[in-house]
């Protein structure tokens, strides 16, 4: 199993959380046919390094956005700026998405970021593929 996601989103990931560092970034992804075409960054309320916080509002404001889109709801990215790119037990505890990919980018090595991508359900978490489209 896998993440299907184009490459400028990849890229448009990266630039984020190389603007936030060193705090967390996060944002969600969307697309068709479980193909992720497109990315909502939002505001990490929390602004902190370790742990990230959408706003309410935003989440709202995204999920009435995204149903007269035509698109769907297929992830969501945050980034650790100083720890690898695999779920923090936060992370998990607060996966809520069961449905969605989670991405993580790590800044560890700023020169070479790294992407991952898991499925986190009910405390499980499984690497996906990541197909760069």
């Known amino acids: 199993m896998g993440v299907q996601i184009e490459a400028a989103v990849i890229d448009s990931m990266v630039e984020h959380a190389r603007s936030e560092a060193p705090l967390e ?3 969600l992804l969307m697309g068709r046919d479980g193909r992720i075409s497109r990315l909502r960054r939002m505001r990490n309320l929390a602004q902190s390094p370790v742990r990230y916080e959408m706003a309410p509002g935003e989440l ?11 698109l769907q709801h297929l992830g969501i990215y945050h980034s650790h700026p100083s720890s690898e790119a695999y779920p923090s037990a936060t992370d998990v505890a607060q996966a809520f998405y069961p449905d969605c990919a989670y991405l993580i980018l790590s800044l560890l090595a700023p020169g ?10 009910e405390g499980l978490v499984a690497e996906l593929a ?4």
């Not at 709202?60 to 035509?70: A, M, N, Q, T, V």
């Open 60 to 70: 709202f404001r995204f999920f009435k956005d995204l149903r007269g889109s035509g």
């Open 130 to 133: 990541i197909d760069r489209a």
């Open 112 to 121: 070479a970021p790294s992407v991952r991508a898991f499925s986190i359900l």
């Open 25 to 27: 970034c996060c944002g």
